[in-house]
């Protein structure tokens, strides 16, 4: 018995921890499995997660994010760092529910990390080519 509760509690407690983790992937490296579509990206924010791991945006053109946090009264933003962690862009930290477009000018190409500032655990890849 104390064998199958503590299964279940560690099971539980793993559970957790992935809900709390949100938006996944993307170490800013190899992961990324998306392309650019255009210039007029968009992302979410809901439960403490981004709704996708993965954005991608042309090379050498400036581009938008249409960034709509869903998380009533928590801020969110949208930041694009380097893999040494060196900001490319940062958004604006506000409170939801409430939807902002941020301009992003144009970007070398490569892999970077998108996260949120307040929340680091809330991370996906940016592919820029």
Do not use: W
């Amino acid at each position: 018995m104390r064998r199958i509760v503590g299964a279940m509690l560690g099971a539980a407690v793993a559970l957790a921890l992935t809900a709390c983790g949100g938006g996944g992937g993307g170490d800013g490296g190899n992961t990324a499995t998306c392309s650019p579509a255009g210039t007029n990206l968009s992302v979410a924010a809901k439960g403490f997660q981004y709704d996708t791991d993965c954005l991608a945006a042309p090379a050498g053109k400036p581009f938008t994010i249409a960034f709509d946090n869903q998380d009533a009264g928590t801020p969110h933003n949208v930041a694009i760092v380097d893999d040494q962690g060196n900001k490319l862009f940062t958004g604006e930290v506000f409170a939801g529910s409430k939807s902002e477009t941020y301009h992003v000018d144009a970007l070398q190409p490569g892999t970077y990390e998108f996260h949120c500032d307040v929340h680091p655990t809330m991370k996906g890849s940016f592919v820029v080519r």
